[in-house]
């Protein structure tokens, strides 16, 4: 079917006739509205008058207080307390700046804080009231108090501010509160917030922001038509935020933080039969007391600026490579998929090369470690056992492997901002690099090393299955029950205690590369791991670590639990550009123990039954392969 | 003299001179309302308004007739990103985030009047039924992404403008009738579909008294604030309601309270003598302008703005419900502001090119 043609001039007609009648319902419409206006305002303007001068309802929120945060054991870690702040209504005082002088007398205001507030009073309604001093000393609101009657249209308010008992040790964990932003603010219920509260920033402040936030109640303010208050009533009480018991001991989070000295790093220490979290620092900390006020721009910027990074929160933040720390996985792997034994034994002469290549891949030790069976090659760190396990598994057999244990993967810890990281495979480097996998890479994968990006948490997350021997129980940080879960494959019980006993001679054999943490009260299991730190040129690779300048060193990592037989404790320690896992991160993993196993009563008799008798032969193999 | 070459064309005098006395008066009840900050803010808008006004009105419409299918697809486009990557706000996604916020349901406001127009733009008028179910294709797609987000009043004022363009290209009397009975028989079947805080606005606006602590709070403080202010109105930043803090939202929903509560009856009908002209005025320009696309815009574009004093100004003396309208550019508000002078400006463009010959 054709157009239907135009008829320029009937249309023009039908569009004049219903402009026409457009016109006609406008001016309708507005007379109706105006004489519904002239009715209120003019016939029952008496009315109205009346019901406005008796308007003495009015409705006001009542904050609620926000929910304080404990540790395990009941001691307080996140408070509110009562700080006073000056108020001024500017239409109640004649000369604001004259009245601002003659306060400082009282009240120290600098020039430039004098400046801010006029700045302020230009945009700040008149009958509003407006804060000019937070953070009142009590002399100064008792000297106010006295010589209230000369500063009409001043006044003292008191607020709850929050307040962290240890600033530093928490400032990751923890987080902190600020002044709600407006994007914040458009985000959240406004029947629950209002726009001059303060939320939860960072850390658990942030992740548990609606619970301890609370719901405000109703309050009904008489006042008259002056303005003048008469009565308050409360319409609704306000729903107080709810309390949180972290699973964190405050003792131990405080020795873990101390543990580090003068290294930066993070450190996780948690309970590997039900997850709980015991400590969790990222170091350096910073003081997250200075944020609640809003921080000044010159500490912010030394803070932001800082080559330490204080603010950056390694332990859910940070992504290192496992290095050797992922040997004992590896080795469950290979276990698993019977491609060893406990028993099977294999030679170390220094390096290994893949057929057909020229590339050599080192042992760390020149010359190699000889003849090592699974539990000498985690004792001693065999790199050349690993790349060979790690040929015959193949990385999609490593990568399906490892994947249940958390590498790579956000662990869901009720903290906000965590990395996801990368637990590399074949489909990885495809999408991300659109390459094919290269068998040599396989050959790295063995070692921890490659395009492996872990955080702490996740090797935690790791670790706490590994020390746990297959249970699944998700890392968390408020005390509540997670039912425990199971790796959707079943490792045999002998092969979890042979990579156990491997750990354990890390520490305990005279061979193991941590001998020197090795504790005469309990056993400890251990594994020491390199994070590279690239950016390396060519001859620094293979320079000595002391020769390089800090920022280049590498990262020493150091994962261990105890007691091994029935293990109460795991951890995760990453000691920036501490070099050496053994030296750097070992001492801190054991302080970290150490203050743990004092601080509980011993139930558990030292055993050394765990080191195997045959633990002396190959200790002499090796001794004869160290010649 | 001015760049003849950027700045041929100078928007329609009259209307502009309406337009900047009613900013004007806006800019001082906004002050009453809300302080100096606001006021500022609130220019500074405007200010961008105005210059998007001037520039297009440069534009010949011709260009928006050929863009107008890609304007409209994009606008739909927008609409389905909300829903990926909008911003939630009080439950509802409506704002995305690119660089600036932006709502893009307050485009479709502009848009999908030109799409129906666009539809309309060839064919004898009054339209067949095959282009009556174009149009309805065109205005149900936007009206349900908005209605999905969800924005009950932003769905339904959006396909008001829509059903403008159809109402001013001359179909039946009949059908508009018939198309009435059928909407007035559905009402108690959407009913259902309706949110539960919808229908709370709805039976609250029935019986505002029932609940004067919560719901109906609003209302009778607004009304309140218009009865007391009488015929002279109390004067300047001296209604107490306002200054009290009685009303609620009082620069944005409710700044019509303010104005009625300080200048009383007499500022209402400056401000509603301000509104008639400038509808006229644009009426008057839709009726010179030169063809069919046109026309229908500019009409369209006019009776909706119309229709947001109405709702406005309607809810806040208690004969309609409450639906979050602001008052059209008396309001504090960006978005708001914007697009009504976005259509402004489309319609003074129409004005300075109605001849069919251009120089």
């Not at chain 1, 293990?567 to 053994?582: D, F, K, L, M, N």
């Not at chain 2, 808008?45 to 009105?57: D, H, P």
């Not at chain 2, 839709?286 to 100004?313: D, H, M, P, S």
Request: glycine residues 8%; neutral net charge; charged residues 15%.
């Amino acid at each position: 079917m054709g157009r239907q043609l135009k008829q320029p001039f009937n249309e023009k007609k039908i569009f004049t006739e219903r402009i026409i009648v457009s016109i006609i319902v406008v001016g309708v419409v507005f007379i109706l509205l105006l004489s519904r206006y002239f009715y209120l305002q003019v016939i029952q303007h008496q009315k109205y008058t009346e019901q406005a001068e008796q308007n003495k309802i009015k409705l006001s929120r009542i904050d609620p207080t926000r929910g304080l945060i404990y540790d395990r054991n009941g001691k307080l870690l996140a408070e509110n307390i009562t700080t006073y702040r000056l108020l001024v209504t500017p239409e109640k005082v004649s000369d604001i700046n004259q009245k601002l002088l003659e306060i400082r007398s009282i009240i120290s205001i600098s020039d430039e804080e004098i400046d801010k507030i006029n700045e302020q009073l230009r945009y700040n309604p008149v009958f509003k009231p407006l804060t000019i001093k937070t953070k009142l000393s009590e002399q100064q609101v008792a000297e106010f108090a006295v010589q209230k009657h000369q500063f009409s249209g001043f006044e003292i308010e008191p607020y709850l501010n929050r307040k962290y008992l240890h600033p530093i040790e928490f400032s990751h964990l923890l987080g902190y509160v600020g002044k709600i932003n407006q994007n914040e603010y458009e985000q959240q219920d406004q029947n629950i917030y209002s726009n001059d509260d303060y939320f939860g920033k960072t850390g658990i402040e942030k992740y548990y922001e609606n619970q301890l936030h609370g719901t405000p109640g109703q309050l009904i303010t008489e006042i008259n038509a002056q303005g003048k208050q008469l009565s308050q009533k409360i319409q609704t009480p306000p729903i107080n935020g709810t309390h949180l018991n972290l699973t964190i001991d405050v003792y131990l989070q405080k020795a873990s933080y101390e543990a580090f000295g003068d290294e930066t790093g993070a450190a996780i220490a948690v309970n590997p039969n039900n997850g709980e979290i015991l400590a969790m620092v990222s170091k350096p900390g910073y003081d997250t007391n200075q944020f609640i006020y809003g921080i000044s721009q010159s500490n912010y910027d030394e803070l932001a600026t800082s080559i330490e990074k204080p603010l950056f929160d390694r332990s859910i933040k940070g992504g290192y490579e496992p290095g050797s720390t992922i040997k004992p996985y590896i080795a469950l792997a290979g276990l698993y998929h019977q491609l060893i034994t406990p028993e099977y034994t294999m030679f170390s002469n220094g390096y290994y090369q893949l057929p057909k290549q020229k590339r050599r891949y080192h042992d760390w030790k020149q010359g190699g470690h000889g003849h090592v069976d699974l539990i000498n090659s985690l004792a001693e760190s065999v790199n050349v056992f690993f790349y060979d396990l790690a040929v015959k598994l193949g990385i999609d057999n490593i990568h399906t492997f490892l994947d249940p244990f958390n590498f790579g993967r956000v662990t869901g810890i009720d903290i906000s901002g965590e990395k996801q990281g990368i637990l590399p495979s074949r489909q990885w480097k495809k999408a991300n690099r659109d390459m094919v996998w290269f068998p040599g890479e396989t050959v790295i994968t063995g070692i921890g090393q490659g395009y492996f990006v872990i955080t702490p948490v996740q090797m935690a997350q790791a670790l706490t299955i590994l020390a746990s021997k297959g249970q699944v129980n998700p890392l968390h940080l408020v005390q509540r029950n997670i039912p425990s879960k199971s790796l959707p494959f079943e490792i045999q019980t002998p092969h979890w205690e042979v990579v156990h006993q491997g750990m354990t001679s890390v520490i305990n054999a005279t061979n193991g590369t941590a001998r020197s943490i090795k504790s005469n009260d309990y056993l400890i299991a251990g594994k020491s791991g390199t994070s590279q730190v690239y950016g390396k040129s060519e001859e620094d690779i293979y320079k000595k670590n002391d020769e390089l300048p800090k920022h280049l060193r590498n990262h020493a990592l150091f994962i261990a639990f105890a007691p091994v037989e029935e293990p109460e404790i795991a951890v995760v320690v990453v000691a920036e550009h501490g070099a050496s896992g053994t030296k750097a991160a070992a001492p801190i993993a054991k302080k970290i123990i150490d203050s743990y196993m004092t601080s509980r009563t011993l139930k558990t008799e030292v055993s050394t039954a765990a080191i195997r008798p045959m633990d002396n032969q190959s200790l002499n193999q090796a001794e004869t392969n160290d010649e | 003299m001015m760049n003849r070459r950027f700045f041929t064309y100078i928007p329609d005098p009259i209307l502009m001179v309406l337009l900047l006395l009613l900013i004007s008066f806006g800019l001082v009840v906004l002050y009453s309302a809300g302080g100096m900050v606001l006021v500022e803010r609130q220019a500074f808008r405007i200010g961008l308004g105005l210059v998007a006004l001037c520039i297009i009105t440069q534009i010949r419409p011709e260009r928006f007739e050929q863009f107008t299918p890609f304007i409209y697809v994009g606008s739909v486009m927008l609409l389905v990103a909300v829903f990926f990557f909008g911003i939630s706000v009080k439950g509802a996604q409506r704002w995305l985030d690119l660089g600036i916020s932006i709502q893009p349901s307050e485009l479709c406001k502009i848009s999908l009047p030109m799409m129906v127009a666009w539809l309309f733009r060839h064919t004898a008028l009054p339209p067949n039924w095959k282009y009556l179910l174009g149009a309805a294709v065109v205005i149900g797609i936007c009206t349900g992404l908005i209605y999905k987000q969800p924005d009950l009043g932003t769905s339904i004022l959006v396909a008001t403008s829509g059903l403008f363009v159809i109402f001013l290209a001359g179909i039946s009397w009949r059908l508009i009738l018939g198309s009435g009975i059928v909407a007035a028989l559905a009402a108690p079947v959407l009913w259902h579909f309706l949110h539960e805080y919808q229908k709370q606005r709805i039976l609250m606006f029935l019986n505002p008294e029932a609940d004067p602590l919560n719901h109906g709070w609003n209302i009778i403080q607004s009304k309140i604030a218009i009865g007391s202010g009488g015929f002279w109105g109390k004067g300047w930043t001296d209604g107490s309601q306002t200054q009290l803090d009685f009303l609620p939202e009082h620069s944005t929903d409710f700044i019509l309270s303010v104005l009625s509560e300080e200048f009383g009856f007499f500022g209402v009908l400056i401000l509603f003598f301000l509104y008639f002209v400038i509808i006229m005025r644009c009426l008057f320009i839709a009726l010179q302008a030169k063809n069919t696309y046109n026309r229908l815009v500019c009409g369209a574009l006019t009776l909706i703005f119309f229709v947001y004093i109405i709702i406005n100004a309607g809810m806040i003396s208690g004969v309609l419900p409450v639906v979050g309208v602001p008052l059209p550019l008396i309001s504090y508000g960006g978005t708001s502001v914007l697009t009504l002078l976005v259509s402004f400006g489309i319609i003074t463009s129409v004005h300075s090119h109605k001849k069919l010959i251009q120089q």
